[in-house]
């Protein structure tokens, strides 16, 4: 069965500080990679996604992420934080063109201004 | 952004009501989907419905039932839930299923508490 592993639970940082959310995930095929937030309060938005091409790819808000296929891992990174990306962010996977999408636990960032 | 829509936000239920959670997408999609979000576990799969037809059970108790009248609407019908039914219920639709390029968009869920 497909699973996704974040292996941080609960990441603290200083604004500037860069940023790095580990995903792992367990899926032999081809897969699609999504890299979800959910700032406080609000609704899961999409921050980038990787089908196929390039395996870096970019997303909102200054947000990368790199696909790398012998590790079955889809880092999340970015440069310099803010504060407003304190929010929790989920990793998941959909396994081949019919797979259920499947998130991991999520990794909860808090910048301290 | 307003694409998918939910409603209630927030429900307070006894463990004999009926109650429903509506959702609806403005998005043109064509897959609609439930997930139930609880503390410290991921995201689960409910129920996924593509042109309106059922796709996907993942295994959920009965005293859930989904409806799609549509594509652009879904709703939860609940019946008899129990206390560890509480969480945030969350809607999310998709062009279609089988398309490679397939990605989910979600509503801001509805947080319910069972009593």
């Known amino acids: 069965a497909q699973s996704v592993s974040q292996h941080n639970h609960h990441v603290i940082l200083s604004e500037a500080a860069s940023l790095e959310l580990g995903c792992n995930y367990s899926y032999g095929g081809t897969v699609n990679l999504f890299w979800y937030v959910q700032y406080p309060g609000q609704h899961l938005q999409l921050l980038l996604k990787?089908?196929?091409?390039?395996?870096l790819v970019k997303g909102i808000k200054g947000f990368e992420a790199e696909f790398i296929k012998s590790k079955f891992s889809f880092n999340l990174r970015k440069p310099s934080v803010q504060w407003s990306d304190t929010a929790e962010y989920f990793c998941?996977?959909?396994?081949?063109?019919?797979?259920?999408?499947?998130f991991g636990k999520g990794t909860k960032l808090s910048v301290k201004p | 952004e307003t694409g998918v829509t939910q409603t209630p936000r927030h429900l307070v239920m006894g463990m004999t009501n009926k109650k429903s959670l509506k959702c609806e997408q403005h998005l043109g999609h064509n897959a609609m989907y439930w997930y139930k979000q609880s503390a410290k576990k991921p995201l689960e799969l409910m129920f996924v419905y593509n042109f309106k037809e059922q796709t996907e059970n993942n295994s959920v108790p009965s005293r859930f039932s989904p409806e799609c009248p549509n594509s652009s609407h879904l709703f939860l019908h609940l019946h008899t839930l129990q206390p560890e039914d509480s969480a945030l219920y969350l809607c999310?639709?998709?062009?279609?299923?089988?398309?490679?390029?397939?990605?989910?968009?979600f509503g801001p869920g509805t947080r319910l508490t069972v009593l």
């Open positions: 999310a639709s998709s062009q279609e299923i089988r398309w490679g390029g397939d990605t989910q968009y």
């Open positions: 998941a996977v959909k396994g081949g063109s019919q797979g259920n999408l499947i």
């Open positions: 990787y089908f196929s091409g390039d395996p």
